[in-house]
């Protein structure tokens, strides 16, 4: 049974930053895509960030390009997402997702795709 647990969400200024943490138990994280999702009030989930554990490959939406950075640490089977110059519009709760034993293409990968998502952690940035 896999589970993914995130942390670090809170709130920051503009400008600021956050690093979020997504913690992977169970079988297959060495071979899977871990992505980061993100959703705003009344918007649909969108991917923000995807990386390819065996390649350490990521991938970014272009609102995050530049400001965002993803790592795995594979001693811990973490992902992480540092969020640097934070703006008001990042305001959401981010997933972290996996996508079993399968790899990545891109940022934009359906979340129908993953297989198994963390409960959700809340970021507001305040301008």
């Known amino acids: 049974q896999v589970q993914l647990v995130e942390s670090g969400g809170g709130s920051a200024q503009a400008g600021g930053s956050l690093t979020l943490s997504c913690v992977f138990s169970?079988?297959?994280?060495?071979?899977?895509?871990m992505g980061w999702f993100r959703q705003a009030p009344g918007k649909e989930r969108e991917g923000v960030a995807a990386i390819y554990i065996p390649s350490g490959n990521s991938y970014f939406t272009d609102s995050v390009k530049g400001r965002f950075a993803i790592s795995q640490d594979n001693a811990k089977t973490a992902v992480n997402l540092q969020m640097n110059s934070l703006q008001a519009e990042d305001t959401a709760t981010y997933y972290c997702?996996?996508?079993?034993?399968?790899?990545?293409?891109?940022?934009?990968?359906?979340?129908?795709?993953?297989?198994?998502w963390g409960q959700g952690t809340q970021v507001t940035v305040s301008s």
């Open positions: 997702a996996a996508r079993l034993l399968r790899s990545c293409w891109n940022w934009d990968i359906p979340p129908v795709e993953f297989d198994n």
């Open positions: 169970g079988y297959g994280y060495s071979s899977s895509c």
